[in-house]
């Protein structure tokens, strides 16, 4: 279910679903990292459309 809605808020953010998950994966988020960190790794950040866009 964590990687189905991980998928399908990737896909309504316009975002490359292969490119998001691999941005995801090779960041490693955990529960060191600071609020403003993982909110880079939201689908709807800045970061993450730069890097995943379609």
Do not use: F
């Amino acid at each position: 279910a964590i990687v189905y809605t991980i998928v399908e808020m990737a896909k309504a953010n316009d975002l490359n679903t292969y490119k998001y998950l691999t941005y995801l994966l090779s960041q490693r988020p955990n529960d060191k990292m600071s609020d403003e960190q993982l909110e880079q790794l939201a689908p709807w950040s800045e970061t993450a459309k730069m890097n995943c866009q379609n």
